[in-house]
């Protein structure tokens, strides 16, 4: 359902509900009452006052409509109207979290034989991109007013939102990227492809009914191709839902007439003219849809009056490939229109998205490694997808284990070996060009600081400005502050170069917090004591606050305070027990040294940069791909 995000999601591990003992005693049934919303929404549509019903009746003031649904719904807010059905929002009091209500308020047998259908239907699958609706989500509600009637309800999961509609009209309303609408269309293609497995058409495709979730990830359920999405610049996070069922059709062997339904713009002329129709209409449906997502503007203005072909190549600069694949979706005759999900998904693979992605100019080393990686990782997922799907269907025969339960795992696998993968290039991309980068700057500042005139001249300027600002503070800038500071600039844009774990790649401000991080920790040392067992102790403490430094100024998302912490402390532990268990008196040398700093001093340097920019890379790997994922499968937000 179209549901604006409202409010923030609650916990999904309510401690009343895992002890028993509390949620018995009087302080729980305290919290609960208090965690229940304190007026509610009366569902009749003829109600003369339905806002404001107070949660302490059971039944509206006005005209006793009941306010608890089904002994667990509570209405809070009307959502809207569209065709047949008003929309709430309802408080699930059973499993702690807010739905959907949608009322049917046409009375006519059709509408409630479509209704009865779409309940039914979505309470058959299970798939992220399609909204849950429970066994018992279905059921009537008695009413008193005007006169005697039922109510029929139907409650789903509540889908935290926008529609692609609106987030055209809202982010990109001269069209979107095309590496975003292959996304969806991907992702689209594996929602059809569960609907057609189970002999269902939706015959309502349109941008108004396919909504992305907010604050999540793309979730592909079908082989992984969205492995490297983060990469793209300006790309839409969530994962791609199919919305308002109502005019789904169950097909059978024996191919019919339909109910003329369609939506201009978007419904293929044989539902247009009451034709039967199979899954070729959904396809066309959504080539119509990607051509309005990629030139915002609506097909129709784009039909030809004399020919009714749809002219949009003109508006919209996409790749040969896909404005192919979209032709062939909007074939007018069906024998001739692409129909399958999978032929689907392995012409945009091989096609225009991996090529787009390869390109994209502003990615850089990282990203094009990505991208070739993305191609055989996909390529071989695919193949994965195709022999294992055959396989089941064969073990399936035999009867000993439904095709739905082998189907699920084996997505399961693929969906855990594309995430491995991910992980794993990620951090080892990350770590190769954090120890690079850190080389590189490592290099340049030791030859800058030891080799070079102005390494000295530098280091007397800076130290005579730190005598006139803290004049009670006796620190001399070595010319190692010098080496310090570039080899904190060339790890942090070698981190930035690599573009893993999410971050906005923010060349500049990654650089100036690398050098801020880098400089802290060379004060924290030169003002400290210089014994080995004290500065062995205090080289650790630089190496967490040079590496929380990085990781704040990558743009990572949220938590960015987390990962920068946990990267910290991971880091101090490696290079405390790096420092501790071998003899590598770095520091101290190029402290505690006047003259002969020489060749051999240089490549320690670099060693010692290196592994501090590799060690923090890594650690950062773990707290994104593994720490962060556990946390939040417990249940930790």
Same mark, same amino acid.
């Given at each position: 359902?179209?549901?604006?995000? +409202?409010?923030s999601?609650?916990?999904?591990?309510?401690?009343?509900?895992?002890i028993p @003992?509390?949620?018995?005693?009087?302080?729980g049934?305290?919290?609960?009452?208090?965690?229940?919303p304190?007026?509610?929404?009366?569902i009749?549509?003829?109600?003369?006052?339905?806002?404001?019903?107070?949660?302490?009746?059971?039944?509206?003031?006005?005209?006793?409509?009941?306010?608890?649904?089904n002994?667990?719904?509570?209405?809070?807010?009307?959502?809207?109207?569209?065709?047949?059905?008003?929309?709430?929002?309802?408080?699930?009091?059973?499993?702690?979290?807010?739905?959907?209500?949608?009322v049917?308020?046409?009375r006519?047998?059709?509408?409630?034989?479509?209704?009865?259908?779409?309940?039914?239907?979505?309470?058959?699958?299970?798939?992220?991109?399609i909204?849950?609706?429970?066994?018992?989500?279905?059921?009537?509600?008695?009413?008193?007013?005007?006169?005697?009637?039922?109510?029929?309800?139907?409650?789903m999961?509540?889908?935290?939102?926008?529609?692609?509609?609106?987030?055209?009209?809202?982010?990109?309303?001269q069209?979107?990227?095309?590496?975003?609408v292959?996304?969806?269309?991907? /992702? !689209?293609?594996?929602?059809?492809e569960?609907?057609?497995?189970?002999?269902?058409?939706?015959?309502?495709?349109?941008?108004?009914?396919?909504?992305?979730?907010?604050?999540?990830?793309?979730?592909?359920?079908?082989?992984?191709?969205?492995?490297?999405?983060?990469?793209i610049p300006?790309?839409v996070?969530?994962?791609?839902?199919?919305?308002?069922?109502?005019?789904?059709?169950?097909?059978?062997?024996?191919?019919?007439?339909?109910?003329?339904?369609?939506?201009?713009?978007?419904?293929?002329?044989e539902?247009?003219?009451?034709?039967?129709?199979?899954?070729?209409?959904?396809?066309?449906?959504?080539?119509?849809t990607?051509?309005?997502?990629?030139?915002g503007?609506?097909?129709?203005?784009l039909?030809?009056?004399?020919?009714?072909?749809?002219?949009?190549?003109?508006?919209?600069?996409?790749?040969?490939?896909l404005a192919?694949?979209?032709?062939?979706?909007?074939?007018?005759?069906?024998?001739?229109?692409?129909?399958s999900?999978?032929?689907?998904?392995?012409r945009?693979?091989?096609?225009?998205?991996?090529?787009?992605?390869?390109?994209?100019?502003?990615?850089?080393?990282?990203?094009?490694?990505?991208? @070739?990686a993305?191609?055989?990782?996909?390529?071989s997922?695919?193949?994965?997808?195709g022999?294992g799907?055959?396989?089941?269907?064969?073990?399936?025969?035999?009867?000993v284990?439904?095709?739905?339960?082998?189907?699920g795992?084996?997505?399961t696998?693929?969906?855990?070996?594309s995430?491995?993968?991910?992980a794993?290039?990620?951090?080892?991309?990350g +770590?190769?060009?954090?120890?690079?980068?850190?080389?590189?700057?490592?290099?340049?500042?030791?030859a800058? !600081?030891?080799?070079?005139?102005?390494?000295?001249?530098?280091?007397?300027?800076l130290?005579?400005?730190?005598?006139?600002?803290?004049?009670?503070?006796?620190?001399?800038?070595?010319?190692?502050?010098?080496?310090?500071?570039?080899?904190?600039?060339? +790890?942090a844009?070698?981190?930035?170069?690599?573009?893993?774990?999410?971050?906005?790649?923010?060349?500049?401000?990654?650089?100036?917090?690398?050098? @801020?991080?880098?400089?802290?920790?060379?004060?924290?040392?030169?003002?400290?004591?210089?014994?080995?067992?004290?500065?062995?102790a205090?080289?650790?403490?630089?190496? !967490?606050?040079?590496?929380?430094s990085?990781?704040?100024?990558?743009?990572?998302?949220?938590?960015?305070?987390?990962?920068?912490?946990?990267? !910290?402390?991971?880091?101090?532990?490696?290079?405390?027990? @790096?420092l501790?268990?071998?003899?590598?008196?770095?520091?101290?040398?190029?402290?505690?040294?006047?003259?002969?700093?020489?060749?051999? /001093?240089?490549?320690?340097?670099?060693?010692?940069?290196?592994?501090?920019?590799?060690?923090?890379?890594?650690c950062?790997?773990?707290?994104y791909y593994?720490?962060?994922?556990?946390?939040?499968?417990?249940?930790?937000?």
């Amino acid at each position: 359902m179209n549901v604006p995000p +409202t409010r923030s999601p609650p916990l999904p591990l309510d401690p009343l509900t895992v002890i028993p @003992f509390v949620e018995r005693s009087p302080l729980g049934v305290i919290l609960k009452k208090l965690m229940q919303p304190a007026f509610l929404h009366c569902i009749n549509p003829d109600c003369p006052s339905p806002t404001g019903q107070s949660r302490d009746y059971h039944f509206c003031d006005s005209c006793g409509t009941p306010l608890i649904l089904n002994r667990r719904y509570l209405p809070l807010q009307k959502l809207g109207t569209g065709g047949f059905a008003v929309t709430f929002t309802v408080y699930d009091r059973q499993r702690d979290r807010e739905r959907v209500l949608k009322v049917l308020v046409e009375r006519s047998p059709k509408a409630l034989e479509l209704f009865k259908q779409e309940a039914s239907v979505l309470a058959s699958l299970t798939h992220p991109g399609i909204p849950k609706v429970d066994r018992d989500g279905y059921f009537h509600v008695s009413l008193k007013h005007p006169q005697p009637h039922t109510l029929p309800c139907l409650v789903m999961e509540k889908i935290e939102g926008l529609t692609l509609d609106e987030m055209l009209h809202r982010d990109y309303p001269q069209g979107f990227p095309e590496e975003i609408v292959v996304d969806w269309l991907l /992702q !689209a293609a594996d929602i059809l492809e569960e609907l057609h497995r189970h002999s269902i058409i939706h015959r309502d495709l349109k941008p108004t009914n396919l909504m992305v979730r907010m604050g999540g990830t793309p979730t592909n359920t079908g082989t992984p191709f969205s492995l490297f999405n983060r990469r793209i610049p300006g790309s839409v996070a969530g994962q791609l839902v199919a919305i308002d069922f109502g005019g789904v059709k169950q097909l059978s062997g024996k191919q019919a007439s339909s109910t003329r339904l369609f939506s201009p713009g978007y419904s293929p002329p044989e539902q247009m003219m009451g034709a039967s129709v199979g899954p070729a209409a959904d396809f066309y449906a959504l080539g119509r849809t990607a051509i309005f997502l990629l030139t915002g503007r609506s097909p129709t203005d784009l039909d030809d009056g004399m020919s009714g072909e749809c002219r949009w190549h003109p508006h919209a600069r996409v790749s040969r490939n896909l404005a192919h694949v979209i032709d062939e979706m909007l074939e007018f005759q069906v024998d001739k229109r692409l129909d399958s999900a999978a032929q689907l998904q392995r012409r945009l693979i091989q096609g225009s998205y991996l090529k787009t992605l390869v390109r994209q100019r502003n990615l850089g080393l990282g990203g094009r490694l990505a991208g @070739f990686a993305a191609v055989a990782s996909a390529r071989s997922l695919q193949f994965c997808w195709g022999v294992g799907t055959l396989v089941i269907k064969a073990i399936a025969t035999l009867g000993v284990v439904s095709y739905k339960t082998l189907e699920g795992i084996l997505r399961t696998t693929l969906g855990v070996i594309s995430w491995v993968f991910t992980a794993c290039f990620d951090t080892l991309l990350g +770590t190769i060009l954090g120890g690079l980068g850190a080389s590189v700057g490592t290099g340049v500042g030791f030859a800058l !600081a030891y080799w070079l005139p102005v390494g000295s001249r530098l280091s007397n300027r800076l130290s005579e400005l730190i005598a006139q600002w803290f004049p009670n503070l006796a620190v001399t800038v070595d010319p190692v502050a010098i080496l310090f500071g570039m080899a904190g600039v060339g +790890t942090a844009l070698g981190l930035t170069e690599a573009g893993s774990f999410g971050q906005k790649r923010r060349f500049v401000t990654s650089g100036m917090m690398g050098l @801020f991080g880098y400089g802290l920790g060379w004060f924290v040392l030169a003002v400290s004591s210089t014994t080995k067992a004290v500065a062995a102790a205090d080289v650790v403490g630089f190496t !967490a606050i040079a590496i929380a430094s990085i990781v704040l100024g990558l743009g990572l998302p949220k938590p960015q305070l987390f990962h920068a912490t946990m990267s !910290a402390i991971g880091t101090a532990i490696v290079m405390a027990v @790096f420092l501790y268990s071998s003899d590598f008196p770095l520091i101290l040398d190029l402290f505690s040294a006047t003259s002969g700093i020489g060749i051999p /001093q240089f490549w320690d340097s670099i060693a010692f940069f290196a592994l501090l920019g590799m060690t923090g890379s890594f650690c950062l790997g773990c707290s994104y791909y593994l720490l962060m994922p556990v946390l939040r499968l417990l249940g930790f937000r």
